[in-house]
């Protein structure tokens, strides 16, 4: 059961008595408020009796003295009782028309349900595991990837010589495993031209004109590897 029913008071309105219901919701701390005549919450009970029998009894109707105050407080205890039966009846609770009675469009709402607190986030302490892959992470980035967008600076005219040197020393053990770019002749020279670059002018010739275009400084750093 997760609400619950008093009746507040009651209040003369002209020629008849109205009660002050007020429910409050267990779940969601919501509660209101809303007035009927006795004759309407009679009404009420008989539509509430239709959908289930297990619906007690209604304080019965009195003809003469029914504005007596000692009455009506006596009347006030036994709706109270009869409403707090009726919540316990989970299945004519769920009832559409049900729902409608004891919470109804002109009922007057008294407090609202509370609203969730906003809890701000905390970013986690970052154990000392955490902060040395985050470093190891980094240095990983830096030296594997550079920035496309960044203008590189012009070549010094050393550094372009020392380039040079590391790429004819390293040419000088190069072997062309390529037949297609031997020159045309004999098979006999085939050994001659799988030699070593210094002995094909053909390939120094090449080389030379690569040299060339360094020295135009076309390009703003030569980097070379060979694997």
Known sequence: MSLSIKIKDYEPVGEHIEFIIEVSDKLTGESWRFRRRYSNL????????????????FPPKKIFGSKNPRFLQQRKTDLEVYFN??????????????????????????????????VPYRKPKQGPEIQNFVNQLNDVVSTKFFDLSAQPAPAEEDEVKRQMKIFEGLSKNLKIA?????????????????????????????????????NKRDVSELLISFK
């Open 178 to 214: 390529d037949n297609s770019r031997i020159p045309e002749g004999s098979h006999i020279n085939g050994d001659y031209y799988k030699s070593s670059v210094v002995k094909q002018a053909w390939l120094k010739k090449s080389l030379h004109h690569l040299t060339k275009v360094v």
């Open 42 to 57: 009679r009404d009420a009970h008989k539509q509430l009796k239709s959908l289930d029998n297990r619906v007690p009894e």
């Open 85 to 118: 039966e009726i919540v316990k009846l989970t299945n004519l609770m769920q009832n559409s028309f049900t729902k409608d009675f004891l919470k109804p469009k002109d009922a007057n709402l008294l407090k609202t349900s509370p609203s969730t607190p906003t």
